[in-house]
């Protein structure tokens, strides 16, 4: 994943520089966590031979997108999971799945569940 595709799946213009430093940071991030998560893709497997680009099906890349958003998201504003304007109430979230939930969804098919089995 490219930072242009991370900028276009968050509707960032791509001649918008002025945010290139912390997207990259959150990008790479974005794809460490992608691969810890992704326990079925092997992402060695997933770079091209001749370019030596890393090419990720979509759904992670979307994934990453989420994950770079709820990664802002909670560097500005600690993590909010709930708001009500009317009531002036936020919820705040320590659990990082919650913030994250969204980028775990899509990376659902890729991650292998854990089952335990009584003997």
Partial sequence: MTLDELKTLLGIPLDDL????????????????????????????????????LVLPGPVKLGIAEWVKAAQAGSEQGNV????????????STDATQAFRGAYGHWAPYHSAVRFFSV
């Fill in 18 to 53: 002025s945010q290139d430093v912390k997207l990259a940071l959150f990008l790479e991030s974005g794809l460490l966590a992608a691969q810890e998560h992704c326990d079925k893709l092997d992402f060695m497997q997933l770079i091209e031979p001749v370019s030596g680009k």
């Fill in 81 to 92: 999971v709930a708001e009500s304007i009317g009531g002036m109430s936020q919820s705040f």
